[in-house]
């Protein structure tokens, strides 16, 4: 018999199969639970449009909530051999209910299975995200308010430049916050639409009722076109990490000041002792390694959006195993992240301000505007004669700053506009959808 030049046999096969299943065995494992209520979701729409029979819905149903149990116990696993998450479970099915478990699969593939287990897995991790995303912008706004009146140095070129405050500080952290979090509800927005019938990616000859699926998983709505909805493996996973790595840009740049404002050089802040670590030669350290940390993670973070991209570059529509490779970089990125919000969100909580960095005679020329514009303002000099008599006397050695500050526009030291910041973030909150899409899940899982 003819062989393949390059056939060795059975160990061929195995190392195919090993190339090709990947990591999916383990990656998948963060699907299980959505591929689970996706099945019931799917199957319960099956025996609606007849293609089920109502005793196999029950039997199915119920096995596929002991399944789910299984999960969340931690104890599921995909066993050797078995390709992939969606295999497993229609697996364990056919065992325990025979026939009726090969029923399953009607009118869809493991291409739209994936794509809504996906979704039903972001959606989750949004909501941790936003949730913890939350608790920061709380403490930092918080915090704001506390130290409204204690002033620091603020730069420009790393050069002491005009005052600046606390308020502003930790204020500037929330209402970075902010647009952060826009950012994430047009990702919820984007992730939260049934692609469940587009089956590989054209649809089905079976009568699908696509609305059915969309609300028993409390989806917005549904990606309507197929090819579009299998075109959106990639771009969701794109969005989402756009958004996610607008977070994690806010949390690096944080992690920056606070690393440099409790340098001894600085000495504004003080972080709590549990956050720092020693030296194993100089006695007298203690590191940000917390903060130094997460800067690293989450500027890794930052390439998130562009590893998908560089993925999924140039595929023309339909699907590609390709696809497969960005649940090895989307999958875990959350609990990297939302480690890193909520290890920031205890260090703001926990911080010490140093309220009198100003007394130090370094800082007296960030007065030099204040000064200029006193001159405007009450003597009525014009700005540029001002800013020159200011400029004359700093050279001549006679410039004593009165370090009174007296901001009063919105957004400045002395008008931080915390209620304002606050109702704009509340406002973003409200949109999210999140009671629909979990209660959806929570009666689908009570269905039996
Ligand atoms: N492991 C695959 C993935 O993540 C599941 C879909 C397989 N589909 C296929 N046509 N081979 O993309």
């Known amino acids: 018999m003819a062989q393949k030049l390059w056939d060795k046999g059975i160990s061929v096969d195995k190392e195919i199969e090993r190339f090709t299943v990947g990591k999916d065995r383990e990656m998948d494992l963060y699907l299980a639970k959505a591929d689970v209520l996706g099945s019931m979701a799917h199957i319960t729409m099956l025996e609606s449009v007849g293609l089920l029979e109502k005793n196999e819905l029950t039997i199915l149903l119920q096995e596929l909530r002991s399944i789910y149990d299984i999960i969340e116990q931690g104890e599921f696993i995909i066993e050797e051999g078995v390709e992939d998450v969606h295999s497993q479970v229609e697996l364990m099915l056919t065992r325990k209910v025979g026939d009726a478990g090969k029923k399953i699969h009607s009118g869809r593939s493991r291409n739209d299975q994936v794509l809504v287990d996906l979704k039903l897995f972001t959606r989750r991790r949004i909501f941790d995200l936003v949730t913890a995303v939350s608790r920061l912008f709380e403490i930092l706004s918080k915090q704001s308010e506390t130290y409204k009146t204690i002033l620091l140095p603020g730069y420009t070129h790393l050069q002491v430049a005009m005052p600046s405050s606390f308020g502003l500080w930790f204020g500037a952290y929330a209402e970075s916050l902010v647009d952060d979090m826009q950012m994430l509800l047009a990702a919820w927005k984007i992730c939260n639409r049934n692609p469940l019938g587009s089956a590989a990616g054209y649809g089905s000859s079976f009568p699908l009722d696509r609305q059915k699926t969309t609300e028993l998983l409390g989806f917005d709505g549904m990606n309507h076109n197929v090819v579009y909805a299998q075109m959106g493996r990639g771009k969701m996973e794109r969005t989402v ?208």
């Not at 926990?350 to 003597?379: A, P, Q």
């Not at 931080?416 to 899982?445: G, H, P, V, Y």
Request: glycine letters at 4%; charged letters at 25%; aromatic letters at 10%.
């Open 241 to 448: 990490a756009y958004a996610m790595a607008s977070v994690a840009a806010t949390i690096s740049k944080l992690a920056f000041d606070s690393c440099m404002f409790s340098s001894q050089n600085f000495g504004f802040i003080k972080l709590a002792n549990q956050y720092t670590t020693g030296s194993s030669i100089m006695p007298h350290k203690k590191n940000p390694d917390v903060f130094e940390l997460t800067r690293s993670k989450c500027n890794r973070l930052q390439a998130l959006p562009n590893d998908i991209l560089l993925i999924t570059n140039n595929l023309p529509s339909g699907y590609f195993r390709d696809l497969q490779i960005i649940k090895e970089l989307f999958l875990p990125a959350f609990d990297e992240l939302i480690d890193c919000v909520n290890i920031t969100a205890d260090m703001m909580q926990d911080i010490t301000i140093n309220d009198h960095i100003l007394d130090d005679e370094r800082y007296n020329l960030i007065f030099s505007v204040e000064e200029v514009n006193r001159l405007v303002l009450e003597e009525k000099m014009p700005f540029r004669d001002a800013y020159k008599k200011v400029g004359l006397d700093i050279e001549a050695g006679n410039f004593t700053p009165n370090k009174t500050v007296h901001h009063t526009h919105e957004g400045s030291i002395g008008n931080l506009c915390t209620e304002n910041i606050q109702k704009m973030m509340n406002a973003i909150l409200s949109e999210f959808t999140f009671d629909r899409a979990f209660s959806a899940e929570k009666s689908l899982l009570k269905k039996i």
